[in-house]
């Protein structure tokens, strides 16, 4: 192959590429948020002898606050390594728009990251005894909520990549942010296991992943050139 | 006995060794292992209460306790690796882990699937389930720290430490059963007290399959140890004299 | 191609240069010099456009800076101190996502270029298995596959053996010969063929005066 | 004062001023894992609409994981800078009883992490619903169980001091360790709301602790000398 | 003092040195020197006991060193390439700590020391406002503050202006004159009153014989 203009699909493309090796390449960061994910649900049904139809009322809760938990501790290495090693000042200072490559990286990020707890969630609902009315809303709800959520935590952890140790930080400053779509995302589950419709609660959480798409990348790129100055 | 434990401590003596006795091994294992699964799948008779879907036991008990004494395994050959710095014994016992790791799933999975039918759910919050989930936690865990390291000696450091500060959880758990009271099955369908309910149709092929497994697990402990060995000795002179006189299929 | 007019930068409040100003012609070759602390990074972070915490104009090709940001940048090939390499992907990966970044895709310019790093076999391998001086030419390679006329390198020496280093060297000077331009910071006395300018932070500090 | 030989006791009350001043300095040390707390915990209620009843009822289980995870996370910084700026190599150096130094250092932590968490969860209990009984019980478990969660995740954090990005590593390898003590302590506070007795879960919280006081500084150390190698 | 006999170690399966015998005796002073990568770190750091990765054996004062550690610690200053000071803490917290490790307090003695260092008025001022070369002098202060005989300095230039580098030479020559012994890297060349003997990696490697 030589020289070839590549246009902006596949510059993005590329870099989607780049994520997705790295995951491969560090099994860990695709494995440990899913094994936080597991561990931490557990825990709750540990902590207290639930009988089984309360545990199940309450497992869209836990879900979604694990899985809010798993992708937030996740984002903590974002843009850490690229900050590391320079390539975060090369991403800020190429021509190529940086709203799009952003978007394109916390995609790439919640695909490894993100997905597999979508892909998960079923399991532990089983073993939350969640009722059957409950799962298909809260796979769609992950679906839709946790991409949301990554882009919020991106703007975090573009925030605060120059801090040492920015674990409690970064969860201090994102939660908060957080909870809109944790309201409406465990409120779908909640909703269909009372049987009420939840297509106007779809659509919010839709509305939110969309407000966060298209405002997101702009605060995550002032948060880098905040913190790589 | 430190002599002893020296020449068994040697990676090149424990692969010569080992190169030995490896197809009776493996010819035993899936000789016992044929007979219990064939006889056990296809031709014992059902349950008198729970039908066909009996059959799990035969894959599933063999597993569940050998994860938990694949364990016990793991954490001898940790604290013999950190006391005695053997470096066999860090390799059996990354070994252990992954067979570990995958009996310990392998038991949830078919428990959890002979849940449906007999308990009507496939999960519950009882104290054996549960302290098993968290065996599989511990061994993932173990797992999650040895391939966080770039370096070799440094990642089987830790992974024996940590392999052995998760020995003091297990009593704990075991005991934190006292708490909860058990759905779970006791050693009740191979134990003498109901005997009377399971013709030996029933648990002799069990014995072949629990001895098979308990042979498929060292097999596949002591094939993946050699591996290991190969790998981690492929500099040294006598693993390249053995890659260069034995022809391999890559 | 760059002027900087009155440029004046403070951090912690202590004034690292004030009514700094000067030209970055093409075919010149800047090295700026000062003692460890003395603002050369913070510098060349600024003519980058990294830094944006100063006061004073930057004039790009005649026209603001600002106004023709996407321009400069596609001019600009800047080298930090760090080496911009990611440690778990592979020479050709890193710099696939480099060229794609630039704009093009091209496999055998990466090989070539690797190659004349003295990388020829370590295209395939993850970075975190070679060394700190593998590591920087691997983030050197990069210079040619840019087409970028304006090279702003922050101790590009550093972790290089004396060969590497007299290559290096050679190179600068055949891109200033060429009609490019070069700043750059050393602590070493660099040998290139091209005449050099010196820019000295340590002579201009209000202190010094 | 000139030259004042110090006797091993002396030698601690440094380590442990050491431990606390530098709290002082960074008070984010102190701040962050009593907000996690308390943003964690506020979660559950949001994320669905539960009865005022139930919520008392689940409110041990909520405390309890909430207070590991913070104790978890802010454990994380507990042996990072001394590894970053060399300090941990001279204490592994020095000629003083490593054990007790490990003791106190984790004693120090405990006090400025730990404790702030424990005076806090009453008025966490109050939002949650906790019954009237459950806070006594509530606040001696944490007293109790606290420093033991604390002395395991020392033990993680020692492990994984060295690697970077370590924080959803450690969750994996804390978690599954803390859980008797979550078991145990989150135990006491159900079975005092259900009226029955628990001296014995606080003697077996109290023996945990004991314990984890004795083995765990072996385990840190050993995993210091692994980490710093 | 210590006896180094026939040390052995590799990392990442290449043998940095073998068959290493050498004594640092009471009054020496030893320079280990090599290029980038040759294993200098790594043979300080097996001196200190630090690196437990290696097979050999090593001798205190006669006896082997893991039966006499604690003696051994007490006798060993050892400077890593980090400065060991907390950046949060002051100069005088850090080294307060220090001397407890050392068991013993003297708050006049560790003033003394820093303002033998030139830090006269710093001791209160948190050491992340302290330059990196200030903080290398708060580190460089606990020699005055410990009575260990044996040092092992692993680049202790490093960061120091010209006028500190050779007060650190004089005061590493007093203490081999004063019958201690330093073992010591550096890239640069030394100039000390007292003989110097001279370990170099690079010549003893395998490959290069
Ligand atoms: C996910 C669900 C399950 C898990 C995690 C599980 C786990 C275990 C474990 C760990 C053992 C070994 C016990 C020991 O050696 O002490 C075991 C044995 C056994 N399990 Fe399960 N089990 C599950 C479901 C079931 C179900 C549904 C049944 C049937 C009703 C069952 C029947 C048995 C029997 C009969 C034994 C042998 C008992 C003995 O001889 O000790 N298990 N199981
Ligand atoms: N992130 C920062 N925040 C605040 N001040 C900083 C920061 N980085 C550097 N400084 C200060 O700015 C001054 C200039 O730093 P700079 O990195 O530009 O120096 P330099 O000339 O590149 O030094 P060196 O030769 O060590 O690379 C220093 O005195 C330092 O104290
Ligand atoms: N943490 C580590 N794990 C594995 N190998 C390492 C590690 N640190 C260093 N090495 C390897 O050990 C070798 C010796 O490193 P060492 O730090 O001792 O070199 P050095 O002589 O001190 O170099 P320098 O002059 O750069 O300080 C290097 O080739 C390096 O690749
Ligand atoms: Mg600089
Ligand atoms: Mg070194």
């Not at chain 1, 860990?28 to 948020?33: A, E």
């Not at chain 1, 997101?216 to 100055?229: F, G, K, Y």
Request: glycine residues 8%; aromatic residues 10%; neutral net charge.
């Amino acid at each position: 192959m030589t020289r070839q203009a590549l246009g902006l699909l596949a510059c993005l493309r590329a870099t989607l590429l780049r994520e997705l090796q790295i995951a491969v390449s560090s099994p860990g960061k695709v494995v440990n948020p899913l094994m936080f994910f597991v561990i931490a649900s557990a825990l709750f049904p540990l902590s207290g002898r639930l009988d089984l139809a309360v545990l199940g009322s309450i497992a869209p809760g836990i879900l979604w606050v694990t899985a809010l938990l798993a992708v937030m501790l996740s984002m903590e290495g974002l843009f850490r390594s690229d900050f590391d090693d320079g390539t975060l000042e090369q991403l800020l200072l190429s021509p190529q728009p940086l709203y799009f490559h952003l978007l394109v990286k916390v995609l790439g990020h919640w695909l490894v990251t993100g997905l597999p707890l979508v892909v998960i969630a079923p399991l532990l609902g089983l073993l939350l005894n969640l009722p059957a009315a409950g799962y298909q809303p809260l796979i769609l709800g992950l679906l839709l909520g946790t991409p949301t959520l990554s882009l919020v935590a991106a703007i975090g952890t573009a925030l605060t990549v120059g801090l040492a140790r920015s674990g409690l930080l970064l969860a201090v400053l994102i939660l908060p942010l957080s909870i809109p779509v944790l309201v409406f995302g465990a409120g779908v589950v909640d909703t269909a296991l009372n049987g009420l419709p939840v297509a106007g609660l779809f659509s919010l959480l839709g509305a939110l992943l969309l407000l966060a798409a298209s405002l997101a990348p702009l605060a995550i790129a002032a948060s880098l050139r905040i913190s790589v100055q | 006995m430190m002599q002893w434990l020296y020449k068994l401590g040697s990676p090149r003596h424990f692969y010569e060794m080992t190169t030995g006795f490896l197809p009776w091994l493996a010819g035993a294992t899936f000789l016992l292992l044929g007979i219990g699964l064939v006889w056990g799948l296809g031709f014992a008779p059902p349950d008198y209460q729970m039908g066909d879907n009996f059959r799990i036991i035969y894959i599933h008990v063999p597993t569940a306790t050998g994860a938990i004494w694949i364990y016990a395994m793991m954490a001898a050959m940790a604290a013999m690796h950190l006391v005695w710095n053997l470096k066999v014994a860090d390799m059996v016992a990354k070994s252990c882990g992954i067979v570990g790791t995958s009996f310990c799933a392998i038991a949830l999975f078919t428990g959890a699937f002979w849940g449906k039918p007999t308990w009507g759910t496939y999960w519950i919050w009882d104290a054996k389930l549960t302290s098993f989930l968290i065996l599989l936690f511990v061994y993932i865990g173990v797992m999650a720290l040895r391939s966080a390291f770039d370096s070799e000696t440094s990642a089987s450091k830790a992974a024996s430490v940590l392999t052995l500060v998760g020995v003091v959880n297990l009593p704990i758990i075991y005991y934190a059963a006292v708490w909860w009271n058990t759905l779970h099955q006791g050693p009740s369908v191979l134990g003498d007290r109901d005997a009377s309910a399971n013709p030996p149709e029933i648990w002799i092929p069990a014995f072949f399959s629990g001895f098979g497994l308990i042979g498929l697990l060292f097999l596949i402990v002591i094939l993946h140890t050699r591996n290991e060995i190969l790998y981690r000795e492929r500099r040294a002179q006598w693993v390249q004299e053995l890659l260069t006189r034995e022809p391999i299929h890559a | 191609m760059l002027a900087v007019d009155d440029l004046h930068c403070e951090r912690d409040e202590r004034v690292l240069f004030s009514g700094l100003s000067f030209e970055v012609k093409s075919g010149s070759l800047l090295q700026v010099q000062g003692a460890n602390g003395s603002g050369k990074t913070t510098l060349l972070r600024i003519l980058a456009g990294l830094n944006q915490d100063f006061t004073g104009n930057l004039h790009w090709q005649g026209r603001p800076r600002a106004s023709v940001l996407t321009e400069f940048q596609q001019s600009l090939f800047y080298l930090g101190h760090a080496p911009s390499v990611n440690r778990t992907l592979t020479p050709l990966q890193n710099l696939r996502w480099f060229c794609a970044l630039q704009g093009y895709a091209d496999d055998e310019a990466i090989v070539a270029a690797l190659t004349a790093q003295g990388l020829a076999g370590y295209a395939g391998i993850p970075c975190c298995q070679l060394s700190a001086g593998q590591q920087r030419r691997v983030s050197l390679a990069r210079l040619e596959l840019t087409a970028a006329a304006l090279w702003i390198l922050d101790e590009p020496f550093t972790a290089l053996d004396r060969l590497a280093v007299a290559a290096l060297e050679g190179r600068i000077g055949r891109h200033a010969e060429a009609g490019g331009a070069v700043v750059l910071t050393t602590h070493h006395a660099l040998k290139t063929p091209w005449p050099l300018s010196i820019l000295d932070l340590d002579a201009l500090r209000p202190e010094a005066l």
